[in-house]
Each structure stands twice: as C-alpha cells, then as structure tokens.
C-alpha cells in the first residue's frame, strides 16, 4: 500500500509530501492524523531546521477529500466532528510547527489546500500555479483555511474569496499576499531550497520564540503589557548559549556553530 505522506531530512530540511497525485493530494482523515504525527516527530528532531510542505504530482492540495467527505451523513456527529477536527488539526500542526516552514506550490492549491499553504511561514509558487477557496461553488466551507486566510489577506479580501469561489492565477496570488514569492516552475525547487539555506543561518531559539510571540502578540492590544512582555524575552535571550554565541561570532568574524 502506497503511503499518502512522503517525509525526507536532508541537510536539515524536513520535507513532507503529500502523495495522493490522483486524488490531487486531498486529504482524509487517515491522512490528516499521519501528517500531525509526522510533523511531531520533525519537531522532536534537532537535526530538523525547517520544513517544507510539498505535494507530489500536478497539485500541490485540494484540500479536504470529497470522496471522503461525502460518506459525513452516514456517520453520527461525533464521527464527523473528528473527522473534521482533524483536518483542521492537520492545519494547525503546520501553524503550530516550532522551526521555519516552507510551502512548495507547484500546481493547484484549493480550498483546505490553501490553508495548508498559509499554516506555513512562507509560500513559495511557480507561475503555473494556480489558486481558489472554492468551497461555497460546492456548498462547502472552507473553514480550515478561513484563521490562516484572514492573516494572510486581511478580513474584507477574505471574505470576497470565501463568497467568491473562483480560480486565480499565481500573480493575483503574489499581488493580494496569498503567496511570498512566484518564480518560474524549472526554478521552484532551487528557490526553495535557496530559501531553506537562508532560514538555517538563523539561530534555531530565536526563530522557535519568534514564532511564538508574534502569535501572542497579534491577539494583544499594543499597550504597556506588550512592551513588558518582549522586554522580558529580550533580556532573557541575551543570556542564552545562542546568543552569547552569535554576538562572539559576529566579533570574530566567523559563522555562527548552527549555520557552519
């Protein structure tokens, strides 16, 4: 039996592939809790700096499986509640991943497909990529990408792409912020992998609290708590092994241990 999920560490990079090419890598429920475990097991790893999210085939994810999801009114509604809650939970492992992440987005990324793309930090797209929340067209909701949706574009052109429905192109992607980057398709892989070197120079504590805080923050009023609470990360991480090391690095003009 062929696995849905593809996993691979190289040179620090964690790569997990969706492998359901015909199924235009949706996923199920099965699928969903696979890709959870896996990016657990990515995270627990410190030879993992980051991760990058692929889909094997022509597509990169069209999201919820609907051959999967169309046996729902057969089942009781605790079934579908798990169901549906590990899609979304599937979503949030990306989200929630402690180190740097990468979408790789080399075809179709369609309703919960998008979320996954967004859960990552950054999105990477060839120009013949292409992109919709085609949900509300099947009488769906996309709520798996609606949380990451509205970070990435905002909650008015989230709305419109919610109740819109239609396919657009990888330059309307890269205009509205939907992706980071578009380059040609022969480039995708190079790029990403340009970018996964880039994000390795980083101190691995930093990012991980980065990544932590930004999250925290962005759910505050900008008030005195706010100033208080990254005072007190600030002087903490000037005290870390990292930090000692980088500020020596710089000074003797040599890489830092985790980038050399």
């Not at 998008?114 to 067209?137: P, W």
Request: glycine share 10%; aromatic share 4%.
């Amino acid at each position: 039996m062929t696995s849905s999920i593809l996993t691979k560490v190289e040179g620090g990079v964690a790569t997990l592939t969706l492998n359901r090419p015909k199924e235009m890598n949706s996923f199920d429920g099965d699928t969903a809790r696979i890709i959870i475990d896996t990016l657990e097991a990515f995270a627990a790893d410190e030879t993992v700096r980051v991760l990058v999210v692929a889909g094997e085939g022509p597509a990169f994810s069209a999201g919820g499986d609907f051959n999967w999801v169309l046996t729902w009114p057969e089942l009781d509604a605790i079934t579908r509640r798990v169901g549906a809650d590990a899609m979304m939970g599937a979503v949030q492992a990306v989200y929630d991943f402690p180190k740097p992440s990468i979408a790789r987005v080399q075809g179709a990324a369609v309703g919960g497909g998008v979320g996954l793309m967004l859960a990552c930090d950054f999105a990477v797209a060839s120009s013949t990529a292409r992109f919709g929340l085609t949900s509300a067209r099947n009488g769906l909701l996309a709520g798996i990408a609606i949380p990451v949706l509205i970070q990435a574009v905002g909650p008015r052109k989230a709305r419109q792409l919610l109740m819109h429905g239609g396919i657009f192109d990888a330059a309307t992607a890269l205009r509205i912020g939907l992706v980071d980057q578009v380059v040609d398709a022969d480039a995708l892989d190079a790029t990403v992998a340009e970018l996964a070197g880039e994000l390795k120079r980083g101190a691995p504590s930093v990012q991980t609290l980065v990544k932590q805080l930004v999250t925290e923050i962005d759910g505050m009023t900008h008030d005195a708590r706010v100033a208080d609470l990254i005072g007190e990360h600030v002087a903490a991480q000037c005290m870390t092994v990292e930090a000692i090391e980088g500020m020596s690095a710089f000074l003797n003009k040599r890489k830092p241990r985790w980038a050399a």
